[in-house]
C-alpha cells in the first residue's frame, strides 16, 4: 500500500486543528490526566502553544496523506531544533471511515521516507497507555520504549 504525504493546504489544517484538539482531549481525559470540562481548553491552549503560525509554524510539517489521490488522514510532524535532537510525531490522524485498512502504518512508512531524505535518522512519539492500537503499530514498526510513566488510582 502506497500513501503521498502531501503539505496541508489552509483548509485541510481548519479540519486538521480541530481535530487534533478534539482527540487529544479525548486521550488525556481517557489517559486520567485532564478533567473532562478541562480538557478541551487544555488541548485548544497547547495546540496554539505549538502551532503558534498554524501550517506556517517553524520546524513543524502538516503533512496530509492521500492513497489513490483521497486524502485518508493527516501527519504532525515536528523537525529537530535546539530543544529537540529528533524528529517528533505530535499527531497521526486516519480518517475514521478509512481506519483498519493500514493507512497509519503507510502513513508512518512515508514519513520515515521524507524524513530520511532531508537527513534525519531517528523519530520520536509519545503514545497513550490505554491507546494498545497505536502502540502494537509503533512497536511493529520497530518503536522501542524510551522512557515509561506509571499511575495507580488510589482508594
Not at 503539505?7 to 479540519?15: N, S
Not at 478541562?38 to 498554524?54: F, I, M, N, Q, S
Not at 520497530?142 to 488510582?153: D, I, L, S
Amino acid at each position: 500500500m502506497s500513501v503521498e504525504l502531501r503539505a496541508m493546504t489552509p483548509a485541510e489544517y481548519e479540519k486538521f486543528a480541530t481535530q487534533v484538539i478534539e482527540d487529544y482531549a479525548a486521550q488525556k481525559v481517557l489517559s486520567g490526566e485532564a478533567h473532562p470540562e478541562a480538557a478541551v481548553g487544555y488541548a485548544r491552549e497547547e495546540t496554539e502553544k505549538l502551532l503558534p503560525d498554524g501550517i506556517r509554524t517553524a520546524d513543524m510539517l502538516l503533512l496530509t496523506g492521500y492513497a489513490d489521490n483521497q486524502p485518508i488522514g493527516a501527519l504532525w510532524l515536528a523537525l529537530p531544533s535546539p530543544q529537540r535532537t529528533q524528529a517528533w510525531i505530535f499527531m497521526l490522524l486516519v480518517d475514521e471511515t478509512q481506519r483498519g485498512r493500514g493507512y497509519g502504518r503507510a502513513i508512518m512508512v512515508a514519513a520515515e521516507d521524507v524524513l530520511t531524505a532531508r537527513g534525519i535518522h531517528e523519530l520520536g512519539l509519545n503514545v497513550f497507555g490505554h491507546n494498545t492500537v497505536a502502540r502494537r503499530l509503533y512497536e511493529d514498526l520497530g518503536y522501542q520504549v524510551t522512557a515509561q510513566q506509571m499511575a495507580k488510582r488510589l482508594g
